[in-house]
């Protein structure tokens, strides 16, 4: 889950026990810009947002506005106004504060960062140089790996799909540098410029090292070459969902036999990973590339690997290199102008010491009281699943004992970490800001190597706490939502209970669902691939999830361009339940059991108006385009008017009628949990 503008929200006063409005003393947040002209039942995005929607503009430094992911734009302003703070201050050394305070200082001397050019990727490049086979070549792969310069290898420790309680050894697909494998493909005018860019790109980057045009575009062309090669090799992103199909644990032994050329005995030893087993999660890229190897001379293989670094660097070096890094940025996403330099080195610390700049950020900006207030929440939409689960008229007795006994055992994380990742090995010095990048990057592999083969740390969070957004962890049956979304307009520890769960408890709802969506539904209580259903049960599942997949393939963005059913069906369903059940949580409370208005509406009418105001956003085409492609969320129109058109409560709260365009005949609307 995951800006710019909060919620014009106000004070009215609170109505009385009918629907009269009175003066109390108690006072409540206005909801405001309501299109009166508009029809709810026709597009309630609109009808919520259009005022917004209409009159906002997005800022050039921005590819969209609004909440979700783009209140982390506010977020990084907060932040570097505790970054600006802590750098000018005297800090105790090895502290927090000098830590994330010299990182921040060191990445805002663009005068020192300009003055080195590429200087600082030279020795990496050089070792490039020196390659002279591809045993050479897979020893230097899998040496950068570890300090952040990845390539072809993609290498790390986590929970075993199958063993929960254990860590073990991963590799994936990797090796492109267009978001996905399709864009490699695709013949539309759209991809065909992003893929022109892109070769511009790789084709800059090389003449900003002393290379002629003539020879950086063909270099270009050899980099494009071999990942399109890569990219045939790739599952798709439909393809990745299938949780089984994408666990493949074999014994190194078994890998070296298939993968002479990768050498996976001396790249695990290269990795200092001792493990005879990894789980391969794409065995065919693997595959690939073991034959690529064989196939794709040295000499281009040379080029591919500079290529990646300077690519992997691009931003942390010389103003030449950063603004090469955003023209293409700015073809892919719409974004017109590039960030201020405290906003990226708000975002560069959060990224690379999160939880030591989160630990003064939920200092100063989420109180103890908002915690307890969002436990009640979260525990209260629990409940409400449970009340759901166990009415369901699909499921069977035997398949419900076991969904709430899963549901039960979810652990519920708010806030920020009760034990915060040690950095005491990252060295930062406010001099050298590469080296600095170099630092966090290696000590974090050391960190994530440290955990192969020991029990998983069920503590540890895979997000900053400072970040708007929430997720779910089926290895670890968990639900998280960090203090960064904690905040208006999803959660607002002063506003009246139908705006709270109409917002935060739609994302409680939401992540809750996920445990029970086409992939977690495939985890168990403890977090392993295991079956739980009765064969029947499960069937029925895969029908009503097969619904959804239908149901949002219809749904248009863009003219033409349709919402990707079979890639986006998770989140999808998260959202129609997620509203459903937060609206039966909603029904416990006080207000929810009311019929008082405030400013007009009733407590159901406000809690729907809240839904839709947490999905209030606006962005680019080419952002949008972007996010259809890759994003597994439908845009946020959609996560507004998809689950409304599923729930039977909105009908009745805003009187949907069948000549309404949202309306479905209540056979057509979905109901899975």
Known sequence: ???????????????????????????????TGISQDLKPGDNFFRYV???????????????????YMFMNYPQRLRLQGILDSVSQSENAEASIA????????????????????????????????????????????????????????????GPDDKNSQMNIAHASQTGIGLPDRDYYFSEDSETKEIQEAYKKYLSTLFQLTGISDAEASKKAGVVYDIEKQIAESHRT?????????????MAVSELDKNHPNIGWPAVLEDLNAQT??????????????????????????????????????????????????????????????????????????????????????????????????MQELVDNVQKAYAKRIEDLEWMSDSTKIKAKEKLAAITKKIGYPDNWKDYGNVSIDRDTYFENIVSASS???????????????????????????????????????????????????????????????????HELTH??????????????????????DYEKFKSRIQQVIDQYSTFTVLDSLHIKGAMTVGENTA???GVAVAYDAFKMTEQGQDTTKIGGFTPDQRFFLSVAKIWRVKMKDEFLRLWINNNPHSPPSWRVNGPLMNNPHFYEAFDVQPEDSLYLAEDERILIW
């Open 1 to 31: 889950m995951k800006k710019t503008s909060l919620l014009l929200l106000g004070l009215l006063s609170l109505a009385s026990c009918k629907n009269e409005e009175k003066t109390s003393e108690k006072k409540y947040k206005e909801i």
């Open 49 to 67: 947002n259009a005022k917004w929607y209409d009159t906002i503009t997005i800022p050039e430094t921005q590819a969209g506005v609004g909440a």
């Open 98 to 157: 000098q830590k994330v305070g010299d990182f921040y200082a060191s990445g805002m001397d663009t005068a020192t960062i300009n003055k080195r050019g590429f200087e600082p990727v030279k020795p990496i490049l050089n070792e490039i140089d020196a390659i002279s086979d591809i045993s050479s070549m897979m020893h230097f792969v899998t040496n950068t790996t570890m300090s952040g310069n990845g390539s072809i290898l993609s290498f790390y420790v």
């Open 237 to 249: 992103r439909i393809e990745r969902r299938d949780v089984k199909a994408n666990y493949n644990k």
């Open 276 to 373: 005879d087993s990894i789980d391969v999660g794409q065995p065919e890229y693997y595959d690939t590339l073991n034959s690529l190897l064989k196939t794709v001379p040295l000499e281009d293989w040379k080029v591919y690997l500079k290529a990646h670094t300077l690519e992997n660097y691009a931003d942390n070096l010389s103003k030449p290199f950063v603004d090469a890094s955003f023209d293409f940025t700015k073809v892919i996403s719409g974004q017109a102008v590039q960030k201020t330099r405290g906003e990226i080195m708000a975002s560069a610390v959060d990224g690379y010491l999160g939880e030591a700049l989160g630990q003064l950020y939920v200092k100063k900006y989420f109180p103890e009281e908002a915690k307890e207030r």
């Open 443 to 509: 000590a974090a592999y050391q960190r994530n190597l440290e955990k192969l083969g020991e029990p998983v740390d069920k503590s540890e969070w895979f997000t900053t706490p400072s970040t708007v957004t929430a997720y779910n962890n089926p290895s670890a049956n968990e639900i998280v939502f960090p203090a960064g979304i904690l905040q208006p307009p999803y959660f607002d520890n002063e506003a009246d209970d139908a705006l709270n769960y109409g917002g935060i408890g739609m994302v409680i709802g």
């Open 515 to 536: 445990t029970f969506d086409d992939q977690g539904a495939q985890f168990d209580k403890e977090g392993n691939v295991k079956n739980w259903w009765t064969d029947s």
């Open 575 to 577: 959202d129609i339940a």
